[in-house]
């Protein structure tokens, strides 16, 4: 087992996220204080049409990656509660709780201000919970809203269908004319296509860095590291910010991977992390699985705004439809459970995985809802050890960090051993072979 | 079993046995009879005409109750998952839902969505259909989506039934349901009206037994039981008069509403099985029927916590409903870990405190046997409502 003081995670792309992420923030600062008149249009993470909105020079707000900070700072249960006090319960989703709390306290984050939303863009993408939350931020801030509904993928092959397509072309149309009304200016296609350009870049320069932790270490960890690049992935997407940021992030981690470096001494189990991380507790959590010497080498989690790894790519001749595509198909929420399963059974083989960890997480029941199933699919279809553990994204009532720790300590025990009893029947073998 | 023999209200004891029988015993004879199959619709907003227009029954699938013990759903679905969702696959896994050759699931919810998913996989040789409901109500591009939408969803079934859905098929499976659902309107009018000629504990399980059999069958009861209860001598008591929402997906045990009841109100409106009951005016048999099933659901259909309509808050419908029947009061009667549901109290309790309106809220699980608490919180409500 590694002693986890000796681990140090964070390294020069932490830095260089910290500082754009900072610059984002100062931008909705500038907003939310009146010292800017930019726009802004508030979204969700899953499948979302930012290109649209960087192209009408417009600031996008992500009310999930706000939250998500808060818990990472320990600043999310007052809000939580204060939301409750309201009458959310205790079962709602502690990612909608926090932000309505965030309203309430003026918006004020210990990272920024957010501006109150231009318009409330609920891209519903799969989660039910988007619809409710930005009903509910529309009713408590007053702010327009508009619903873009994505049909969820129904088709045995996974693919839409044209006539999906067609229908959300045709409300990114609509959207367009509501965002010229808002910022008073006419799209210029142009811009829409090289934000989409950059789009593309984006996603090939992730797709590449997902590539790497094929290799043997993993020169990053998938899950825990993946959320530095997300950040910039989500929040930036569309601008060149975000391209020149993947350009170092894709040198760096090659360069790593060249040097056989990884993120611990020693990469001693590969593993697949599905479902969100525990915000409030995650060097915690990390730490958990690091002293065992267990490194994600995928995540679906990095998926949850968009898959690359595939193959998709934005489309700067085809804007629209790539951004459709994109929203359709390409990102996790929109899938089925079942494409889910396929999907991680891919990175178990083609990344060579050992196992299997799910972290279940009360708030997100798109994320969790069955996935004692999925553990059965990998346990008994697929012969991969899995893991089951539950605990919350936001809310830290949910962390009990003892018997987390107790549950995937036996876990990679119980594997540890394996190995072992494995090794030994080789050489037996091997010695009655002779 | 046939509903031939049995009488209007009279029998409603021998209902209400048929409706809390998860071996489905109106199913199975009516497949019997006719030798058709049935699609079971998971709650709320399925399109049931297009089973009915394949030659299949569309029958209400709401869990199992409080008539089973759970032993393998548990294991697949995680503890704070709602209870209809783990009770229906445990249907499926003790095999009770043998009478069923397909099953429908809407995007209510998410765990909904992974049940669909979850129920393909470990039952494949039941054929799952998944309908997409749309959530943009003001683009015009929505209504082609849904049309389309409800002709592929009568594609997949039509392969299983073997009868392809024509629009003629459609028109005549609209017209069908289109007299059950007046037919209901006319019992919850007479319930708005008059409640206290016909208890909600009757009403649900004449509205629940339309879930379980063919309209052509239930509409005559139900309309000789509105009748029946119209010719009813009973004096109104002193009861507060409620609105109750809240129950539109998992449905509580009828012993829990008799309770409600029973601790002095009238319930004059509900959310029960609206799935059965969605559209608030007949749906047009004029033109293009799969249209016309779009356009009843984007325009048509009753506001539930599963439909999310910028045009029209919630909570408005709400207060509108209470004024109407001029109630009281509001009870909220919200399934344990019921997401959509419980997000709408918080909004739901904003609307009714500014309007003035008292609320009780009040949490249920169908698998629940004891209510005594809830019971207790009635009365206390209602004494409150009655002498303070």
């Known amino acids: 087992m590694t002693e986890t003081k000796e681990i140090r995670y964070q390294g020069h792309l932490h830095e260089l996220q910290k500082q754009l992420m900072g610059d984002y923030y100062a931008q909705l600062t500038a907003i939310a204080t009146g010292k800017s008149d930019t726009k802004n249009a508030h979204l969700l993470i899953a499948g979302n049409p930012v290109e649209l909105i960087r192209a009408f020079d417009m600031l996008p707000v992500f009310p999930e990656v706000n939250v998500l900070q808060l818990a990472v700072r320990k600043q999310s249960l007052p809000l939580i509660q204060k939301a409750e006090e309201l009458g959310y ?346 | 079993m046939t509903l031939a023999s049995a009488l209007p209200l009279a029998a409603v004891e021998r209902y209400r046995e048929i409706v809390e029988d998860r071996t489905f015993p109106t199913v199975r004879e009516w497949r019997e009879r006719t030798g058709r199959k049935v699609t079971g619709c998971f709650p709320v907003y399925a399109p049931i005409e297009l089973a009915y227009a394949a030659g299949m029954l569309p029958v209400g699938l709401f869990g199992a109750g409080n008539q089973i013990e759970m032993a393998h759903a548990d294991s697949r679905f995680q503890s704070f998952i709602c209870s209809v969702v783990k009770s229906t696959l445990e249907l499926a896994f003790i095999d009770r839902l043998g009478p069923f050759d397909a099953l429908m699931f809407e995007s209510i919810c998410d765990p909904a969505r992974n049940l669909a998913s979850v129920m393909a996989r470990n039952f494949p040789d039941r054929h799952v259909t998944y309908v997409h409901l749309p959530q943009n109500m003001t683009s015009p591009a929505t209504v082609d989506y849904l049309t389309g939408e409800y002709r592929r969803v009568a594609g997949e079934l039509g392969a299983v039934s073997g009868k392809a859905v024509g629009e003629e098929d459609l028109r005549s499976a609209i017209g069908a349901y289109n007299g059950l659902r007046a037919r209901l309107r006319e019992l919850y009018l007479l319930r708005a009206l008059s409640p206290e000629k016909i208890s909600t504990a009757e009403l649900y399980t004449l509205a629940r037994l339309a879930t379980l059999t063919d309209p052509a069958d239930s509409e005559p009861l139900i309309l000789e039981s509105v009748a029946t209860a119209r010719a009813r001598e009973s004096r109104p008591k002193d009861r507060v008069r409620v609105v109750l929402v809240g129950s539109f997906c998992e449905q509580p045990p009828l012993e829990l509403i008799a309770a409600i009841e029973e601790s002095g109100c009238y319930i004059l409106d509900d959310d029960f099985l609206l799935g059965w009951r969605l559209f608030k005016r007949d749906i047009a048999l004029e033109g293009d029927p799969f249209r016309a099933l779009a356009l009843a659901y984007i325009d048509g259909s009753v506001h539930l916590s599963t439909k999310h309509d910028l045009r029209q808050p919630r909570a408005a419908s709400l207060i509108a409903s209470a004024r109407a029947h001029r109630a009281d009061a509001v009870i909220f009667l919200g399934a344990k870990f019921c997401e959509p549901g419980l997000f709408d109290y918080a909004l739901y309790r904003k609307a009714l405190e500014h309007e003035g309106i008292p609320h009780l809220f009040l949490e249920f699980e169908e698998k629940m046997w004891m209510y005594d608490k809830i019971r207790t919180e009635v009365e206390t409500f209602v004494e409150s409502m009655l002498f303070t």
């Open chain 1, 89 to 434: 319960a205790v079962d709602n989703c502690a990612y909608v709780k926090a932000d309505v709390g965030l309203y309430l306290s003026g918006y004020q984050a210990p990272y920024g201000t957010i501006p109150k939303a231009d318009l409330l863009l609920c891209n519903y993408v799969g989660c039910n919970v988007y619809l409710n939350w930005f009903e509910h931020l529309a009713e408590l801030t007053g702010a327009p809203a508009v619903n873009i509904d994505i049909p969820f993928v129904r088709s045995a092959d996974g693919e839409p269908s044209p006539g999906d397509v067609d229908f959300v072309v045709k409300q990114l149309e609509e959207l367009i004319v509501q965002l010229e009304n808002i910022t008073g200016k006419s799209l210029d296609y142009k811009k829409l296509q090289r934000t989409v350009e950059y789009s593309a870049l984006v996603g090939e320069m992730w797709a590449e860095i997902k590539d790497l932790t094929k290799r043997r270490p993993a020169p990053y960890d998938a899950y825990f590291d993946s959320v530095t690049m997300m950040a910039v992935l989500y929040c930036l997407r569309g601008t060149e910010e975000a391209v020149s940021f993947f350009e170092v992030a894709r040198r760096e981690l090659a360069e790593k991977a060249a040097r056989g470096e990884g993120p611990l001494p020693e990469e001693r189990f590969r593993v697949v992390i599905e479902g969100p991380p525990p915000w409030p507790f995650l060097r915690v959590f990390r730490d958990m699985f690091s002293r065992w010497g267990a490194v994600a080498v995928a995540s679906t989690y990095s998926t949850v705004g968009g898959i690359w790894e595939f193959g998709f790519r934005h489309d700067p001749q085809r804007p629209l439809e790539s951004i459709a595509l994109h929203m359709l198909q390409y990102n996790l929420c929109n899938r089925t459970f079942l494409q889910r399963y396929d999907q991680m059974a891919r990175y178990v083989d083609e990344w060579s995985a050992d196992a299997v960890v799910i972290h279940s997480v009360k708030s997100c029941r798109l994320f969790s809802a069955g996935q004692g199933d999925m553990r059965e699919y990998f346990v008994r279809e697929r012969e991969v050890p899995t893991l089951l553990i539950e605990s919350d994204l936001e809310d830290p009532r949910y962390f009990s960090q003892a018997q987390l720790r107790n549950r995937i300590d036996a876990f990679f025990e119980a594997l540890s051993q394996r190995r072992l009893t494995a090794a030994s029947d080789a050489a037996v073998a091997a010695e009655a072979a002779r």
